[in-house]
């Protein structure tokens, strides 16, 4: 048929064979009423659509349908979906029931077998560390000796790191509580797109993104951190307060409220929240991501590498009086 | 009776022991399944037994690949049942009472047969559990495997990872030596910052305005029941929606 994929349409774009269809068809004279003269035909309103664009249609029943006209845009519409159901046909035929049947395996013996293994390996490298390392257990608790310094779990280390930079309630409740409950099960809500189900780092642009947003992420938190320990958010808008006479700049509760101090939540958010647009940025002028699944690889790793970051300078470069230093430091040691 | 007991009684005397043993009603009803090397059994066993219909009979053969899963979602459930064993075993040793309760640590350390590396067990599955759990969450996001239909079953994962953070804090405060307490100073200060209910969450969590013997019963009681009892019952619909949504992810 005129309207099928001809040998001429090879190496074409779908939107140029689209253009194509859309020539033929109105060449064919679909789109024009039928028995009417050309200058009263009324452009026709396509009648059901559906018939025309259901794929399994022979494709005589477009262009030798009698009856009502069809539109070309439609007529054409159908060819290229025809076209384009005929290619997924042709790539994955449905597997017969053998195939699928050898495409499944019993969960006994062979499922059971590598979760008992797994699990045993990992009981006994539990047993191993616990025979040889032992749990700390320090002094009796004494709420009047204060420790110094006084730490959180090492999983919250992460949060008190963020705690020595802004206020508590950012810090300590609202960051963990946005990243918990609302950022990372939004995720799959944003990011729909199953082409790359089951793959690790399914897209072609994933590795290079996520390794290249760890590395930057990691920067900025050192840096940022490096920042405020020896120049200081404070430090710095106090002398722009001293030199322009704007005491607002360093009140840590202005009207009142406390969320809306510079130093304490305006300028530390900021922080958070540029260099993420920055990286966005960078990721569009450098590797030019395909689809939103590459955005969310990066927004998801600087998230992982966040929470490394923070975790390790917490437990590791944090001594007395939670001062930025050297794990070696002998002012590491925990003083009542 | 006794005609029920000759079949028995006559492999016994003529030696066909295996067939004794086997063969019988008592057997039968505590062995269902013969032992699974048919594909009849191999389904069967996966039907009648509690804790295997968990699982599917068949899977698709991508989903064994151990780089992809590396096991991490099992291993999460599996070092809560340790957690669980262990802490059970703690508990006959503990008493959850400022007096008392540092002491119990330290007969466990010093008294109790295997007391100390049952502690240590304890101690290192929880920070094992937190790891792990991360990791199987680091593991779904970058198979992609959060996309529909699976985006309730993701959501239910940041409560978990939630629960278990919780969980592994509220065991913290337990030994009651001056790591935990002040530890939990610093937690509880960080949830007295929360904006308009902050003092009556501290209050909440410590049961006073200072850490005390009221903190210790309540953390002990989210502890050893009431989060574990909550975990259980997200982890039930965790697995039970695996299994709704298609099974574990996989190449379309």
């Given at each position: 048929?005129a309207?099928d994929?001809?040998?001429d ?24 009423a ?7 035909a009324a ?16 494709s ?16 054409a519409a ?7 159901v005929?290619a ?6 449905a597997?017969?029931?053998?195939e699928?049947s ?6 006994w013996?062979?499922?059971v077998t590598?979760?008992?293994?797994s ?15 032992q749990a700390p ?7 009047d000796?204060?420790p110094n310094?006084s ?17 508590p309630a950012?810090a ?5 509580s946005?990243?918990?409950f609302?950022?990372?099960p ?21 590795v ?17 951190i ?25 009140d840590p509760?202005?009207?009142g409220?406390?969320l809306?101090?510079m130093t304490n939540?305006?300028?530390?958010l900021t922080l958070?929240?540029a260099?993420?647009?920055?990286l ?16 969310m690889?990066?927004l ?7 929470f ?17 230093m050297w794990?070696?430091d002998p002012?590491?040691e925990r003083?009542? | 009776m ?5 079949p028995?009684?006559?492999?016994l ?8 043993l ?6 039968k009803?505590?062995f ?5 090397s048919?594909p ?6 996966m ?14 053969r991508?989903?064994?690949k ?7 979602g ?7 049942l ?14 959850p009472a400022t007096?008392?309760?540092?002491q119990?640590m ?20 929880a920070?094992?559990m937190?790891?792990v ?6 593991r779904?996001?970058?198979t ?15 409560i ?9 804090f ?6 009651w ?6 530890a ?5 200060n960080?949830?007295?910052a929360?904006p308009f209910?902050?003092?009556?969450t501290?209050?909440?969590?410590l049961?006073?305005y200072e850490i ?7 953390w ?5 029941i009431a989060?574990?009892l909550v975990?259980?019952?997200?982890m039930?619909?965790h697995?039970?929606?695996i299994?709704k949504?298609?099974g574990?992810s996989?190449?379309?």
């Amino acid at each position: 048929m005129a309207l099928d994929k001809s040998p001429d349409m090879e190496g074409m774009t779908p939107a140029e064979r689209a253009a194509l269809y859309k020539q033929r068809a109105a060449a064919l004279g679909i789109g024009k009423a039928p028995n009417t003269s050309g200058a009263t035909a009324a452009p026709a309103k396509p009648a059901a659509p559906s018939p025309v664009a259901a794929p399994a249609l022979p494709s005589t029943a477009v262009a030798e349908r009698p009856g009502p006209a069809v539109p070309a845009k439609v007529a054409a519409a159908a060819a290229a979906r025809r076209e384009q159901v005929a290619a997924v046909a042709a790539r994955e035929a449905a597997p017969s029931h053998k195939e699928q049947s050898e495409r499944l395996v019993y969960v006994w013996p062979h499922l059971v077998t590598i979760e008992f293994m797994s699990a045993m390996l990992l009981l006994f490298s539990l047993v191993l560390v616990s025979v040889v390392l032992q749990a700390p257990l320090i002094g009796h608790a004494n709420l009047d000796k204060t420790p110094n310094p006084s730490k959180a779990p090492w999983y919250f280390l992460n949060l008190q790191e963020l705690l020595l930079h802004m206020h508590p309630a950012l810090a300590g409740v609202i960051v963990p509580s946005v990243v918990l409950f609302g950022l990372i099960p939004a995720i799959p809500y944003i990011d729909r797109n199953t082409a790359d189900v089951g793959k690790w780092f399914g897209t072609p642009k994933a590795v290079r993104i996520s390794v290249f947003t760890f590395i930057y992420s990691t920067f900025v938190l050192i840096a940022e951190i490096l920042f405020d320990e020896l120049i200081g958010v404070k430090p710095l808008l106090k002398s722009i307060a001293d030199a322009t006479g704007q005491p607002w700049l360093v009140d840590p509760n202005p009207l009142g409220i406390g969320l809306l101090s510079m130093t304490n939540v305006i300028v530390p958010l900021t922080l958070m929240i540029a260099p993420i647009f920055l990286l966005l940025w960078l990721l569009k002028l450098i590797y030019k991501p395909d689809t939103i699944r590459d955005y969310m690889f990066a927004l998801f790793t600087g998230f992982v590498a966040a929470f490394i970051v923070l975790t390790i300078s917490g437990t590791f470069f944090r001594g007395q009086g939670m001062r930025l230093m050297w794990p070696w430091d002998p002012r590491q040691e925990r003083v009542e | 009776m006794m005609n029920e007991l000759r079949p028995f009684l006559e492999d016994l005397s003529r030696g066909n022991f295996r067939r004794a043993l086997t063969e019988n009603r008592v057997f039968k009803a505590w062995f269902r399944t013969g032992y699974p090397s048919t594909p009849r059994n191999q389904a069967l066993i996966m039907f009648n037994n509690v804790f295997l219909h968990l699982h599917p009979v068949r899977i698709r053969r991508e989903s064994l690949k151990i780089t992809y899963t590396f096991c991490l979602g099992g291993l999460s459930f599996f070092l809560f049942l340790i957690l669980t064993v262990s802490g059970v075993l703690l508990m006959f040793y503990y008493r959850p009472a400022t007096t008392v309760a540092y002491q119990d640590m330290k007969d466990l350390q010093t008294i109790v047969n295997f007391g100390l590396m049952l502690r240590n067990l304890h101690r290192y599955s929880a920070h094992g559990m937190v790891i792990v759990v991360f990791l199987h969450m680091l593991r779904v996001f970058y198979t992609g495997s959060y996309k529909p239909p699976r985006e309730f079953n993701w959501g239910v994962g940041a409560i978990l990872l939630f629960l278990t953070f919780f969980l592994s804090f509220t065991g913290y405060l337990l030994p009651w030596d001056q790591l935990a307490v002040w530890a939990v100073t610093v937690g509880t200060n960080m949830a007295g910052a929360t904006p308009f209910i902050g003092e009556q969450t501290r209050f909440l969590l410590l049961g006073g305005y200072e850490i005390g013997d009221n903190t210790l019963i309540r953390w002990y009681v989210l502890h050893v029941i009431a989060l574990p009892l909550v975990i259980s019952i997200f982890m039930a619909v965790h697995f039970w929606r695996i299994r709704k949504d298609g099974g574990i992810s996989g190449p379309l």
